[in-house]
C-alpha cells in the first residue's frame, strides 16, 4: 500500500471502503504538500483509483475542506483545475510556552496565520501565565469571522519539557520555577474553553511543523535541531514525526559533552544546553551592556556584540558537531536539520560552520549526515502547536488502517 510521493515519502491508498478516512487524509495531505494538485495528480501520487479520488475529492468539496482554483493551462490536453485547501475549512489556535515568551495564534486548514500575540518575560511564572493564556484566547476567537468559529477543531499547546527542573539556567528563582512541576496543560487551558486541547513537546512541535509546513527534511531518517533559549532535538522517519510513550524522543539539550575524564575526577559532566543555547548568549550580552534584541541585526550590531557572539557561536558550533557525531553513532541519520530563534542568515552560517566543525572528529565507521538549515525559524514551534490540531483531525494515521486488520 506504498508508493513514493514527490518528497520521497512512502504513503499510498487502499481503494478498501473501510479505509475511507485514511484515504479522505491522505489526499488532503498530498493537496496540501503540493500548494495544490489536479484529480489525476492526486491519483497518481496516492496510488488511489480516479473513480476513488473524484469520489472522495467531491465529498471534500461539498464540506468545505477543499476548493477548486483556475485551470492550468499551457500543458498537453485539456486544462485541469487545481483542488487546493480551502484556508476557511478548519482552523485551530496555537500556544507555545516559551522560557522567555508565550505566544498565541490562529491558524486555518492551509496553514495561513492570523490573530497573533506574543508576550515576553524573564521566566514563566504559571499563574500569570495561565492568565495570558486565557486572554489571548479570548482575543483570538473575538477576532475570528463568525463563520470560521464553529470550525475550530482545537488547541495544540507546545512547552518545553520539565520546566520546573531549569531555575538554575533561567535565572529564575528556583521556587518560582517548581510552581510547574505538577501542572497539567491540558487540564489548565481545557478549563477556559470547550475545544479539545493537545500538549507536545516545543522542538517536537517544530520538527512536525518543519515536516508539514516547511521545505527543509527530505531524507528517510533526520534529527532535527533547534537552537533557541535553550538547544533542543526532535526525529523524523519516513516524514513522521517520531515520539516516545513519554511524549520526547529526542531530549539532546541533555547530553553530555564531557564525560570519562569527569566521571573519573567525580565532577559532573556539562551538558549540550550550556554551551549552545542562546539564553547564555542574552546573559553576556546583557552583562556587557547590549540588548539581546542586537541578535535581530547582527550585521548592523555594535563590534562588541558581534565580538560575543562570535565567541558563543564558535563554541555553540563544537558542542553541535560533537552531538551530531554522538548520535550518528547511536542511529544512522541521513540528514540533520538545523534551525533557530536567529535571523535566517546567522542559521545559515551556522549550519556551515557546523559542517566543517564535523569534519575535524574521526567519524570512522559512521556516514556523515547532509546538514541543511530549517526553514521556519523563529516561529517553528509555534506552528507546530497550531499544526496539532489540524494533523491530529486531518493528517493520515496508520493506525487507521492497523484498526482494519483482520
Not at 495564534?105 to 490573530?115: H, K, N, P, Q, V
Not at 491540558?186 to 508539514?212: F, K
Not at 569534519?359 to 516561529?379: E, M, W
Given at each position: 500500500?506504498?508508493?513514493?510521493?514527490?518528497?520521497?515519502?512512502?504513503?499510498?491508498?487502499?481503494?478498501?471502503?473501510?479505509?475511507?478516512?485514511?484515504?479522505?487524509?491522505?489526499?488532503?495531505?498530498?493537496?496540501?504538500?503540493?500548494?495544490?494538485?489536479?484529480?489525476?495528480?492526486?491519483?497518481?501520487?496516492?496510488?488511489?483509483?480516479?473513480?476513488?479520488?473524484?469520489?472522495?475529492?467531491?465529498?471534500?468539496?461539498?464540506?468545505?475542506?477543499?476548493?477548486?482554483?483556475?485551470?492550468?493551462?499551457?500543458?498537453?490536453?485539456?486544462?485541469?483545475?487545481?483542488?487546493?485547501?480551502?484556508?476557511?475549512?478548519?482552523?485551530?489556535?496555537?500556544?507555545?510556552?516559551?522560557?522567555?515568551?508565550?505566544?498565541?495564534?490562529?491558524?486555518?486548514?492551509?496553514?495561513?496565520?492570523?490573530?497573533?500575540?506574543?508576550?515576553?518575560?524573564?521566566?514563566?511564572?504559571?499563574?500569570?501565565?495561565?492568565?495570558?493564556?486565557?486572554?489571548?484566547?479570548?482575543?483570538?476567537?473575538?477576532?475570528?469571522?463568525?463563520?470560521?468559529?464553529?470550525?475550530?477543531?482545537?488547541?495544540?499547546?507546545?512547552?518545553?519539557?520539565?520546566?520546573?527542573?531549569?531555575?538554575?539556567?533561567?535565572g529564575a528563582p528556583a521556587d518560582k520555577l517548581a510552581e510547574w512541576r505538577d501542572v497539567d496543560f491540558g487540564t489548565r487551558i481545557g478549563g477556559m474553553t470547550d475545544l479539545p486541547v493537545a500538549v507536545m513537546n516545543d522542538v517536537a512541535a517544530a520538527t512536525s511543523a518543519?515536516?508539514?509546513?516547511?521545505?527543509?527534511?527530505?531524507?528517510?531518517?533526520?534529527?532535527?535541531?533547534?537552537?533557541?533559549?535553550?538547544?533542543?532535538?526532535?526525529?523524523?522517519?519516513?516524514?513522521?514525526?517520531?515520539?516516545?510513550?513519554?511524549?520526547?524522543?529526542?531530549?539532546?539539550?541533555?547530553?553530555?559533552?564531557?564525560?570519562?575524564?569527569?566521571?573519573?575526577?567525580?565532577?559532573?559532566?556539562?551538558?549540550?544546553?550550556?554551551?549552545?543555547?542562546?539564553?547564555?548568549?542574552?546573559?553576556?550580552?546583557?552583562?556587557?551592556?547590549?540588548?539581546?534584541?542586537?541578535?535581530?541585526?547582527?550585521?548592523?550590531?555594535?563590534?562588541?556584540?558581534?565580538?560575543?557572539?562570535?565567541?558563543?557561536?564558535?563554541?555553540?558550533?563544537?558542542?553541535?558537531?560533537?552531538?551530531?557525531?554522538?548520535?550518528?553513532?547511536?542511529?544512522?541519520?541521513?540528514?540533520?536539520?538545523?534551525?533557530?530563534?536567529?535571523?535566517?542568515?546567522?542559521?545559515?552560517?551556522?549550519?556551515?560552520?557546523?559542517?566543517?566543525?564535523?569534519?575535524?572528529?574521526?567519524?570512522?565507521?559512521?556516514?556523515?549526515?547532509?546538514?541543511?538549515?530549517?526553514?521556519?525559524?523563529?516561529?517553528?514551534?509555534?506552528?507546530?502547536?497550531?499544526?496539532?490540531?489540524?494533523?491530529?483531525?486531518?493528517?493520515?494515521?496508520?493506525?487507521?488502517?492497523?484498526?482494519?486488520?483482520?
Amino acid at each position: 500500500m506504498d508508493q513514493a510521493t514527490n518528497d520521497g515519502t512512502e504513503m499510498r491508498g487502499g481503494d478498501r471502503s473501510g479505509a475511507r478516512q485514511y484515504n479522505e487524509r491522505l489526499i488532503m495531505q498530498v493537496i496540501r504538500r503540493a500548494g495544490g494538485l489536479p484529480k489525476a495528480d492526486v491519483a497518481r501520487s496516492t496510488g488511489l483509483s480516479p473513480q476513488t479520488v473524484s469520489v472522495i475529492v467531491n465529498r471534500l468539496l461539498d464540506e468545505e475542506l477543499l476548493v477548486k482554483t483556475d485551470k492550468v493551462r499551457g500543458k498537453v490536453g485539456q486544462p485541469s483545475t487545481l483542488i487546493r485547501l480551502n484556508p476557511d475549512g478548519a482552523g485551530s489556535i496555537g500556544v507555545k510556552i516559551g522560557r522567555r515568551s508565550l505566544d498565541i495564534l490562529f491558524m486555518d486548514l492551509a496553514g495561513g496565520i492570523s490573530c497573533r500575540t506574543r508576550q515576553s518575560y524573564r521566566y514563566p511564572e504559571p499563574d500569570s501565565i495561565f492568565r495570558e493564556i486565557e486572554r489571548g484566547l479570548g482575543f483570538v476567537c473575538e477576532n475570528l469571522p463568525d463563520a470560521q468559529r464553529p470550525r475550530l477543531v482545537g488547541i495544540g499547546v507546545c512547552a518545553p519539557s520539565e520546566l520546573h527542573r531549569w531555575a538554575e539556567e533561567l535565572g529564575a528563582p528556583a521556587d518560582k520555577l517548581a510552581e510547574w512541576r505538577d501542572v497539567d496543560f491540558g487540564t489548565r487551558i481545557g478549563g477556559m474553553t470547550d475545544l479539545p486541547v493537545a500538549v507536545m513537546n516545543d522542538v517536537a512541535a517544530a520538527t512536525s511543523a518543519e515536516l508539514t509546513l516547511g521545505s527543509s527534511i527530505v531524507s528517510e531518517t533526520c534529527l532535527y535541531l533547534y537552537v533557541g533559549a535553550f538547544v533542543g532535538g526532535g526525529i523524523a522517519m519516513s516524514h513522521q514525526l517520531v515520539s516516545s510513550a513519554r511524549g520526547n524522543a529526542c531530549a539532546i539539550g541533555s547530553l553530555p559533552l564531557t564525560g570519562v575524564r569527569d566521571v573519573i575526577t567525580g565532577r559532573q559532566p556539562e551538558q549540550l544546553i550550556r554551551r549552545a543555547s542562546l539564553i547564555f548568549l542574552e546573559r553576556e550580552l546583557e552583562a556587557a551592556g547590549f540588548s539581546p534584541d542586537v541578535l535581530d541585526d547582527l550585521p548592523g550590531a555594535p563590534g562588541g556584540a558581534v565580538a560575543i557572539y562570535d565567541a558563543w557561536r564558535r563554541t555553540a558550533v563544537a558542542a553541535l558537531a560533537y552531538a551530531i557525531g554522538a548520535a550518528i553513532s547511536v542511529f544512522d541519520f541521513q540528514q540533520v536539520v538545523i534551525d533557530s530563534s536567529l535571523p535566517p542568515a546567522a542559521t545559515r552560517v551556522m549550519v556551515d560552520d557546523v559542517t566543517a566543525a564535523l569534519g575535524l572528529f574521526n567519524l570512522t565507521g559512521l556516514r556523515r549526515p547532509i546538514l541543511t538549515p530549517g526553514s521556519l525559524g523563529a516561529d517553528a514551534r509555534i506552528l507546530g502547536a497550531g499544526l496539532m490540531p489540524l494533523n491530529a483531525k486531518f493528517a493520515p494515521d496508520r493506525k487507521l488502517l492497523l484498526k482494519l486488520a483482520p
